[in-house]
């Protein structure tokens, strides 16, 4: 970071940030642009007051010791000349208790807008949302209005009606001042009339809106009681916001709560004035504002949602957060959110806190002690279970609370609220110790997980594996070829249903047998992957078994014993993404240093799906590390505040971005945000990422006319990035809507009287997932096809686990099991036609799928243990847990989880039996 960008993240980022929270939320609540640019215009100016009303007492103050010294001053200038001036100037600003740096504070209304204007510029002049959006007489608010052209010159009305009103409300405020200060004013506004004459008119309505409420502000000035007047108009407007969120039937409960909180907060200035008045005979004792206090508790919580929060989850899968491609420190993430913490707690704060009077201080430090206490007990205690998190910050499941959910926590924060109330005006002397250590904790348990960034970053530099290698996959026309894809995730009670939509990836899988009564020994892949590698030596019971040995040494072996057994038999080895190599999340391929001979890539984020749009890898890489610097400190936000806020603030994984805010469309948006079961808008990277690798397949695919024998084993997680996608065609759109052909072909979805459930999104982006690898294997398929090497490849298509899903309703002891059904198929050499063999079969079959009639008596290198299908004969032991953190699981033996045992058809839940937890 440069000296201008950390300035840059403290200054502006916090005021852009927090000017686009504010237009999304109102945007999603109004649903029309130009009303959103109107709320946001009221909602910024009304929070800003505080600072304009003191900016302008400031200029009075000086006007007036000005005006009093002025007569002093010119008589003194008149008679004296060089250094006796100078001198007598000093001498007299002294004894007036005045210093010349005081001059600026005519000048503070006129700073205090320069931050204001960068960040809403910043935020509207590039707003693709705005692009082509319409209101009132404005035809594209993304765009310079251009109501009329004079020849080739575009005259833009709002820029002009802009400056007209700026003028009024300058002649209203400028009444009785100096000359200087009227052109000032008028200076003021022709600059804005040149900045923003061709801005989009989006951003010069939002400045011109200001300018209206500065004109209004003006006039209320010139009342006899302007607070009263300004009070009953706000009462006015929370009255109908209330009632208009009651009437409404398009909001859900907690919207209408979070609404009418909004109406009932503009009501409150002119409740309290009633208040007051019934209150005359209160007392007049208070606690005095303490500038130490605030400041040590906006610092704390700076590092608290900056620092501590944003290292906690990256240190958590440090590796997820590392671009493979243009690696960078994640780190920086931490710095970046850290400087922008700093930005809104500690300076914004201290600004807002140094413009209010003794009275508002005193709330603000009152304020900031209540709000450490709740927000760090809403961290620990609240919010906690909501699921497995992307990259992007986005979870697996969007999170939801119920209303109980809603009044606990509400309870508790009154509690909390009530006891640190207590604390603050009865123990006031404990308070800056309690903050002080609070910021040490803070900041001591913030290294661990930064140094373990750091050190993950460091193992990630030292890799000597060719993983930026562009990968290559030999097979030969003339040799045999055996091919193991493993989709991680992949679902197979799914595939019946996407055969049946689609009936013509039949004919593409021609040749496939496929297992529906298979299952897998766990419901994650440091549970199930090892048996799909290696055998039956490596299910989870198996595992534990040899506990003197870790359980990174035996994932690894597990990974090494297909290639290990086929270059042992002349086989040309390649490997592409082993799950969890050397138990990291980005495979470390230096487990196979033994065996110079093979080739072995990394191709999960390898492929630039927008490389036909005119974006780049790098482009897409400073996308992310932009999005992630932003929405650290979002998420940091959001597991701080009260739950009825939580889902407000997570906005479907967006967390209140506007979508598509500058630069290449399709780039800006990789986070796909759904609404429902058949909307979805934006990409979705982590998919990208998989999916790409799968469309290039026939581009990496190297076939020779060789006799040689080659042997694939290949990880894609497509399957496991659930997102929804365009139907029919199953392809990642920038907006998709599927709406009607949902409607139409919901029949898809039941097979023989057996209906699929498909009642939320993510059983439904799960279920475009798989359809969409399937097509592309399908596509795949056909190249093998024309070139020669389809019906002498041997192909087994496999997924380490299956999902809970709840499609089927299928449970024992309250565990879905469809978390242990996992895709099997198996398609030998010039084999004809699509079969379905229901016979038992597990992932750990693939071994000996693989190697069946290839290798004599195949023998586990590792072990001695043959390796064939014995061990599934009988009840089998599997293992169910979600302690999936290879970081945190990764002793010699799995954590504690629960077992069962299965015996017969795995889709009868009779079949199951769980034998206890341990």
């Not at 009606?161 to 003028?167: D, E, G, P, W, Y």
């Not at 909390?416 to 009865?426: C, G, N």
């Not at 091919?483 to 991680?488: G, Q």
């Not at 243990?865 to 033996?893: L, M």
Request: contains cysteine; glycine residues 6%; charged residues 15%.
């Amino acid at each position: 970071m440069t000296f201008l960008s950390i300035l840059y993240t403290l200054i502006i980022t916090p005021l852009e940030l927090l000017f686009e929270v504010i237009f999304s939320i109102a945007n999603r609540l109004i649903g029309n642009a130009g009303l959103s640019i109107i709320f946001l215009s009221l909602a910024v100016n009304f929070l800003v007051l505080p600072l304009y009303k003191r900016a302008d007492e400031l200029q009075d103050e000086e006007r007036e010791i000005q005006a009093k010294m002025a007569s002093r001053l010119k008589h003194i200038k008149s008679t004296f000349k060089g250094d006796e001036r100078f001198f007598m100037v000093q001498e007299y600003y002294r004894i007036n208790h005045y210093k010349p740096v005081y001059a600026l504070k005519s000048s503070v209304s006129v700073l205090l807008q320069i931050p204001f204007f960068v960040a809403a510029y910043n935020l509207l002049s590039g707003m693709q949302s705005l692009q082509g959006m319409r209101f009132g007489f404005i035809p594209d608010l993304g765009k310079e209005d251009a109501l009329f052209m004079i020849g080739n010159f575009p005259v833009n009305v709002l820029p002009i009606l802009m400056t007209l009103i700026n003028v009024v409300s300058g002649i209203i405020y400028t009444k009785g001042h100096p000359v200087k200060e009227k052109i000032q004013v008028y200076g003021l506004a022709a600059v804005f009339l040149v900045l923003l004459y061709r801005s989009p008119s989006g951003l010069v309505f939002y400045w011109l809106l200001n300018n209206v409420f500065s004109l209004v502000k003006n006039v209320f000035y010139k009342l006899k009681d302007p607070k009263k007047a300004l009070s009953i108009i706000l009462a006015i407007a929370g009255l109908a916001v209330i009632v208009s969120t009651l009437i409404r039937t398009d909001l859900d409960v907690r919207q209408k709560v979070l609404l009418s909180a909004g109406g009932v907060l503009l009501a409150l200035p002119l409740l309290s004035g009633f208040i007051r008045k019934k209150d005359k005979k209160a007392s007049k004792t208070s606690i005095k504002a303490d500038t130490v206090t605030f400041f040590t508790g906006t610092l704390l919580m700076a590092l608290f949602t900056g620092l501590l929060i944003p290292a906690a989850v990256i240190d958590s899968s440090a590796q997820e957060f590392i671009d493979i491609i243009n690696p960078s420190n994640p780190v920086i993430y931490v710095i970046n959110s850290t400087f922008l913490a700093l930005g809104s707690w500690v300076l914004w704060g201290g600004v807002f806190y140094f413009f209010m009077n003794d009275k508002l201080k005193a709330l603000f430090c009152k304020a900031i002690w209540i709000i450490c206490a709740v927000t760090v007990a809403d961290y620990m205690l609240f919010g906690r279970n909501l699921g497995v998190m992307s990259s992007t910050l986005q979870y697996n499941l969007t999170p939801s609370f119920k209303v109980s959910d809603y009044l606990i926590n509400a309870l508790a924060i009154t509690g909390i609220t009530a006891v640190f109330l207590f604390i603050y005006l009865k123990l006031q002397k404990i308070i800056k110790p309690v903050l002080i250590v609070g910021i040490l904790t803070v900041f001591m348990a913030s290294l661990m997980p930064v140094l373990g960034i750091l050190g993950t970053y460091t193992w990630y530099k030292n890799l000597s594996n060719p993983s930026t290698e562009m990968p290559s996959i030999p097979l030969s026309r003339n040799g045999k070829n055996v091919i193991v894809l493993m989709l991680d995730r992949a679902v197979g009670t799914q595939l019946p249903y996407i055969f049946n939509e689609k009936p013509e990836l039949k004919e593409k899988f021609d040749g496939f047998t496929y297992y529906p009564n298979t299952i897998s020994y766990g419901p994650q892949t440091n549970f199930g992957a090892p048996a799909l590698y290696g055998g039956y030596d490596y299910t989870p019971e198996k595992i534990n078994e040899r506990a003197s040995e870790s359980l990174e040494s035996k994932h690894d072996e597990a990974l090494k014993v297909m290639p290990v057994i086929f270059a042992n038999e002349g086989y040309k080895i390649t490997i592409c993404d082993p799950s969890y190599a050397g138990y990291k999340w980005i495979p470390d391929l230096s487990i196979y240093s033994d065996y110079p001979s093979f080739n072995c890539y990394i191709t999960n984020g390898r492929f630039n799906y927008f490389e036909g749009e005119g974006s780049s890898s790098i482009e897409m890489s400073n996308r992310v590390n932009s999005l992630r610097n932003r929405n650290f400190f979002m998420f940091s936000l959001m597991k701080i505040s009260p739950v009825i806020l939580q889902e407000t603030i997570y906005n479907g994984g967006l967390y209140n971005e506007t979508s598509g805010n500058k630069g290449n469309l399709y780039v800006s948006s990789i986070v796909q945000k759904k609404d429902g079961i058949s909307i979805g808008t934006g990409y979705d990277k982590v998919f990208l990422e998989s999916y790409t690798v799968l469309t290039k397949l026939p581009q990496i695919t190297n076939i020779t006319d060789s006799s040689e024998n080659t042997f694939l084993m290949m990880t894609n997680e497509t399957t496991h990035s659930p997102c929804l996608l365009q139907e029919p065609d199953y392809t990642p759109e920038l907006h998709v809507d599927n709406t009607k052909y949902d409607s139409d072909m919901i029949s898809r979805y039941t097979i023989n009287g057996v209906t699929m459930q498909m009642v939320n999104d993510h059983q439904v982006a799960h279920y475009h997932v798989n359809i969409a690898s399937y097509i592309k294997l399908g596509e795949w398929f056909d190249y093998l096809r024309a070139n020669g090497v389809y019906d002498n490849t041997r192909i087994i298509i496999v997924s380490d686990h299956g999902n809970d899903l709840e499609q089927f309703k299928l449970y024992c002891n309250g565990t879905d099991l469809e978390s242990f059904m996992p895709l099997l198929m198996f398609k030998d050499f010039g084999a004809k036609g699509f079969t379905v063999n229901e016979d038992f079969m597990t992932n750990g079959d693939t071994p000996t799928l693989a190697s069946s009639g290839l290798i004599k008596n195949p023998v586990n290198p590792f072990t001695g243990h043959p390796i064939d299908s014995h061990e599934k004969n009988g009840p089998q032991t599997v293992f169910y847990s979600r302690n999936i953190n290879i970081e945190i699981n990764n002793g010699n033996t799995f954590l504690p989880g629960s077992w069962f045992v299965m015996n017969g058809n795995p889709h009868d839940p009779n079949n199951w039996k769980y034998v206890g937890d341990h």
